[in-house]
């Protein structure tokens, strides 16, 4: 018998990765306005060119650029979470 004891490494999102965090903001921002909840900011813009640096930084091993980017779409992702709706 053969038995092949090879482990597949799977795709799992770390969760201070910029995708996921990105994602995060649309999925938020889109359902807010589903549910017509006016939100002061959504930050879309700025966070898709937030990624997109991260990316770009990492693979330029510009590592504290990318960790300020993360850090400026963490602070968003909270912003939008924490954004009381309005009256």
């Keep these: 018998m053969v ?16 995708r996921l965090m990105h ?15 006016p939100l002061r900011q959504s930050y879309l813009r700025l966070a898709k060119r937030a ?9 330029g091993h510009q590592f504290k650029r990318a960790r300020r980017q993360l850090k400026f779409l963490r602070t968003r992702l909270g912003r939008i979470i924490r954004d009381p709706p309005q009256d």
């Design 23 to 37: 994602r995060a903001i649309t999925k938020l921002v889109g359902l807010a306005k589903r549910n017509r909840v």
């Design 51 to 59: 990624a997109i640096m991260v990316g770009r930084y990492t693979h």
């Design 3 to 18: 038995v092949d004891t090879t482990v597949q490494p799977k795709a799992v999102a770390h969760p201070t990765d910029a």
